[in-house]
C-alpha cells in the first residue's frame, strides 16, 4: 500500500502545476477584457460557458475509470473559475457604472445633525420606539400604525427615515417588512439591534388569576407563546406591542391582559404581572432605517443587497461562492416570491434579500457588487450602513 505522504506529495506537485496554469488562464482573461472592450462586446457569453461545462462533463466521464462522479465535480469546478475569470474581466472594465455612480454621489453623515422627521409603527413605548430613540436620539417619531404605512410616509415625504423591524431571534423574519424593502427599495441607512423584554400587564390592582385573555403584536404573542400558554391566557392579536397596552389601559377590564415593555406599562398606568416571559431569555430584535436618499457613513459595517438569478441549477450556489472568494461573511439570506417577474413553467420566482458585514472601502467589496449588478436579472444595492449592538441598545431607555 501506498503511503499517504507520497500521495500527498504527488497532490502537492499537482496543485502547484495547476496554480500555474490557473494564474495563466486569468492572464488569458486579462487578455479577453481588452479585446472585448475594444470591440465593445459584452463580458457574459452565457452559450460558451453552458458548452465549455458540457465539454468539461463529457471529458471527467471519459477519464473517471471507477465512475466516482468526476464530472460533477469538474464541472463545479470549471464553473467556479469561470465566474472569477468574469470577475477580473469586469474589474478591468469598471463594470457597474450606473452602480459605482449612485455610490459616488452617496452622502456620509448619518444620523443627521438637526431633526429629521422619523416614522415607526405603533405608539409610545414600542420596541420601535425604543430603536428609534437609540438611532435618532434627539429626535420625538411620528407614529403611524402599521409598518406599510411606515413605508408610505417615507414614500409620500412626510418622514426622512422610517424604523422597522426586520428579524427577532426567536421568531425569525417579519416577512412583512422584507416584502416591502423588496416592494419600495428604499435604501437603508442604519440598524440596530433591541432587546426584547416582555411583560405581561394589567390594570391597576387586577387579580393575576383573573386574566383570561391577552393582547399584543402577532410576534410579540409567538415570542411568549410558551409562558401564556402555561397561564391559560388565550392570545388575541393587536397592531402593536405598545397599542396593545394602551388598549387594555381605555378598557380598564381586569380580566384583559397585554404582552408589552416596561417602558409601555409606565407610560400607560399598567401593573406588570410578571417580567421577561419571552420564550429565550436573550431574545432580540433587529431594526433598519429606510429613507429614500442612500448615505454611507464612514464607519459603515452592513452591506444589504436585493438580487434574482438566472433559472438555472447551481445558480444561487455560484453567486453565493464569489462572496466566499471575496473572505466576506454573509449574516443573512432571505427569499420571497415575487410577483414582479413571470413564473418558470408551474414555479414561482424568487428575489433574493442578502445581508454581510463589510464595507465598500474593502478592497474589491465595490468590484464584486458591481460585477454582479451587471450579470444578475435584477440587482438592487441597500446600502452600506452600520448596524448597532444590543449592548448599546439597552441605554435607549435605561432598561
Not at 457569453?45 to 465549455?52: L, S, Y
Not at 406591542?241 to 408589552?260: F, I, W
Not at 444589504?304 to 472568494?325: C, D, N, Q
Not at 472601502?361 to 464584486?368: E, I, V
Request: aromatic share 8%; proline share 5%.
Amino acid at each position: 500500500m501506498e503511503e499517504l505522504s507520497d500521495i500527498r506529495r504527488e497532490i502537492d506537485e499537482i496543485d502547484e502545476e495547476l496554480l500555474r496554469l490557473i494564474c495563466r488562464r486569468m492572464d488569458c482573461s486579462r487578455r479577453v477584457a481588452a479585446y472585448k472592450q475594444s470591440r465593445n462586446l459584452p463580458i457574459l457569453n452565457q452559450e460558451r460557458e453552458d458548452a465549455i461545462l458540457s465539454q468539461v462533463r463529457e471529458n471527467a466521464q471519459r477519464l473517471d475509470t471507477e465512475g466516482d462522479g468526476y464530472d460533477d465535480a469538474a464541472a463545479l469546478v470549471f464553473a467556479v473559475m469561470m465566474d472569477v475569470s468574469r470577475a477580473l474581466q469586469h474589474k478591468r472594465l469598471g463594470a457597474g457604472e450606473a452602480l459605482r455612480r449612485q455610490i459616488g454621489q452617496a452622502g456620509c453623515c448619518f444620523p443627521p445633525a438637526g431633526s429629521p422627521r422619523v416614522a415607526c409603527a405603533g405608539c409610545a413605548g414600542a420596541y420601535a420606539d425604543e430603536a428609534a430613540a437609540l438611532l435618532f436620539p434627539h429626535c420625538a417619531p411620528r407614529f403611524v400604525e402599521s409598518f406599510a404605512d411606515v413605508f408610505d410616509e417615507v414614500r409620500e415625504g412626510r418622514a426622512d427615515y422610517g424604523v422597522v423591524p426586520v428579524e427577532n431571534s426567536c421568531t425569525g423574519s417579519v416577512h412583512e417588512v422584507y416584502d416591502l424593502v423588496m416592494k419600495h427599495r428604499f435604501t437603508i441607512a442604519g440598524a440596530v439591534e433591541v432587546p426584547i423584554r416582555h411583560c405581561l400587564l394589567a390594570v391597576k390592582g387586577a387579580d393575576p388569576a383573573g386574566l383570561k385573555t391577552v393582547y399584543s403584536h402577532p410576534q410579540g404573542l409567538l415570542q411568549c407563546s410558551e409562558r401564556l400558554a402555561t397561564l391559560g391566557l388565550e392570545p388575541r392579536t393587536h397592531s402593536n406591542t405598545a397599542a396593545a397596552a394602551r388598549m387594555v389601559a381605555e378598557k380598564e377590564d381586569p380580566t384583559v391582559g397585554a404582552v408589552s415593555s416596561e417602558r409601555a406599562a409606565e407610560l400607560y398606568g399598567l401593573d406588570i404581572i410578571e417580567r421577561n416571559i419571552q420564550n429565550i431569555d436573550n431574545n432580540s430584535t433587529r431594526f433598519i432605517v429606510i429613507t429614500r436618499s442612500l448615505t454611507i457613513p464612514a464607519d459603515a459595517d452592513r452591506i444589504s443587497l436585493i438580487f434574482s438569478l438566472p433559472h438555472v441549477t447551481g445558480s444561487l450556489y455560484r453567486v453565493l461562492a464569489r462572496f466566499a472568494a471575496a473572505g466576506l461573511n454573509l449574516t443573512k439570506l432571505e427569499s420571497r416570491p415575487t410577483r414582479d417577474r413571470p413564473a418558470v413553467g408551474d414555479k414561482f420566482t424568487y428575489v433574493f434579500y442578502l445581508d454581510f458585514e463589510g464595507s465598500l472601502s474593502q478592497p474589491g467589496t465595490a468590484d464584486l457588487l458591481c460585477a454582479l449588478s451587471e450579470e444578475l436579472p435584477f440587482f438592487t444595492f441597500l446600502g452600506n450602513y452600520r448596524e448597532q449592538g444590543p449592548s448599546a441598545a439597552q441605554s435607549a431607555y435605561n432598561i
